[in-house]
T-cell receptor, first 117, second 113 residues
Framework: GAVVSQHPSWVICKSGTSVKIECRSL??????MFWYRQFPKQSLMLMAT?????????EQGVEKDKFLINHASLTLSTLTVTSAHPEDSSFYIC?????????????FGPGTRLTVL | GENVEQHPSTLSVQEGDSAVIKCTYS??????FPWYKQELGKGPQLIID?????GEKKDQRIAVTLNKTAKHFSLHITETQPEDSAVYFC????????????FGPGTRLSVLP
């Protein structure tokens, strides 16, 4: 099956710093990538949808200036958490799909655990 | 909008027994239903999916059934093994072009040896 990687797998940073997380589709071209946030023992919460070459679409309540998303190529999307604070600590997961239709299969990365001190 | 419910929230079965997880959805326009398995500290992995033109799909010990009239779909795992222990999420597609899934709240499956 299709493989999606994320880097780093975990990161610890000080409050006020920015952190960048990379999401790569390794063996297919990802027209659309998604970024999720997951709290312990909860389901996945969609943060934003990014289509290659377009601005990301953010879900209601997600600050676009705080969570910067760039989808510059068909195999790479990045999420930058700017001026991170302890409440931003969470498990961030990306996913990717080859097409634009919601019925296209979506593949997830392994996740990045962010801890903000 | 679409709403996906999932039951049970936790499920414990003896090794070798079957496990069934059920999901219901509200939007009759949904036509793609994937199931994901998430192990602790890892990202969700697609284990099986079904499209609306099919009523049942099977892959070795895993099967999914879909009842479009009743708007529910189920995951069946037979001959469960300890490595099946994980959180399972169902999802239903929403919209058509450029949109996403709505996920269920998840089911924590424990297979007891």
């Amino acid at each position: 099956g299709a493989v999606v990687s994320q880097h780093p797998s975990w990161v610890i940073c000080k409050s006020g710093t920015s952190v960048k997380i990379e999401c790569r589709s390794l063996d297919f071209q990802a027209t659309t990538m998604f970024w999720y946030r997951q709290f312990p023992k909860q389901s996945l919460m969609l943060m934003a949808t990014s289509n290659e070459g377009s601005k990301a679409t953010y879900e209601q309540g997600v600050e676009k200036d705080k969570f910067l998303i760039n989808h510059a190529s068909l195999t790479l999307s990045t999420l930058t958490v700017t001026s991170a604070h302890p409440e931003d600590s969470s498990f961030y997961i990306c996913s990717a799909r080859g097409g634009r239709d919601s019925t296209d299969t979506q593949y997830f990365g392994p996740g990045t655990r962010l801890t903000v001190l | 909008g679409e709403n996906v419910e999932q039951h049970p929230s936790t499920l414990s079965v003896q090794e070798g027994d079957s496990a069934v997880i059920k999901c219901t959805y509200s939007d009759s326009a949904s036509n793609y239903f994937p199931w994901y398995k998430q192990e602790l500290g890892k990202g969700p992995q697609l284990i099986i999916d079904i499209r609306s033109n099919v009523g049942e799909k099977k892959d070795q010990r895993i099967a999914v059934t879909l009842n479009k009239t009743a708007k529910h779909f189920s995951l069946h795992i037979t001959e469960t093994q300890p490595e099946d222990s994980a959180v399972y999420f169902c999802a239903a597609s929403i919209g058509s072009y450029g949109q996403n899934f709505v996920f269920g709240p998840g089911t924590r499956l424990s297979v007891l040896p």
